[in-house]
T-cell receptor
């Protein structure tokens, strides 16, 4: 089975800090995604990547950036964390072809104080 | 109007009941239909994946797609307390890798 591993389950950061959320997948998938999930708002796509060094903005990229230097690793960066970025962050990867869904990581619950 | 509508619930049923979870959508270009299950404080996991209209069965779970009515359903037979979770539908156009998610329905199965 594909495994998507997010490095932290819970994080508490201060306003203004630079925050790195790491995601690693072990199935050589080209497509990787970062979502945030908030009550009442559902899943919202922040950024995605089709391949190494490629990135595309999702629906809510403001305040975030990403890095994909290696195929298996996709990092989400909060340049200057703010309290409205307190959320559950979910990483996902997807295999090739039309008949694949996402495999999600377990999520990182980030609290910005 | 949102592209995908899903009642947030919670839906509370007794153990052993048949559960019906539903999504409606407005985009006729959706061709791939998925259901994810998400336990509390965990990431969603893919439960069912169907293409176009029709039914697909996997154990106690049946996914049904009615493209003419723009309506998809997930049925759970003989529901168990371990089925208590949030269920999200996800729909995708043929030429896209990015699905549109429903906001999820919270299901509670009580013993």
């Amino acid at each position: 089975d594909v495994k998507v591993t997010q490095s932290s389950r819970y994080l508490v950061k201060r306003t203004g800090e630079k925050v790195f959320l790491e995601c690693v997948q072990d199935m050589d998938h080209e497509n990787m995604f970062w979502y945030r999930q908030d009550p009442g708002l559902g899943l919202r796509l922040i950024y995605f990547s089709y391949d190494v060094k490629m990135k595309e903005k999702g629906d809510i990229p403001e305040g975030y950036s990403v890095s994909r230097e290696k195929k298996e690793r996709f990092s989400l960066i909060l340049e200057s964390a703010s309290t409205n970025q307190t959320s559950m962050y979910l990483c996902a990867s997807r295999g090739p072809g039309p008949n694949y869904g996402y495999t999600f990581g377990s999520g990182t619950r980030l609290t910005v104080v | 109007q949102k592209e995908v509508e899903q009642d947030p619930g919670p839906l509370s049923v007794p153990e052993g009941a048949i559960v019906s979870l539903n999504c409606t959508y407005s985009n006729s270009a959706f061709q791939y239909f998925m259901w994810y299950r998400q336990y509390s404080r965990k990431g969603p996991e893919l439960l069912m994946y169907t293409y176009s209209s029709g039914n697909k069965e996997d154990g106690r779970f049946t996914a049904q797609v009615d493209k003419s009515s723009k309506y998809i359903s997930l049925f759970i037979r003989d529901s168990q307390p371990s089925d208590s979770a949030t269920y999200l539908c996800a729909l995708r156009e043929g030429g896209s890798y990015i699905p549109t998610f429903g906001r999820g329905t919270s299901l509670i199965v009580h013993p």
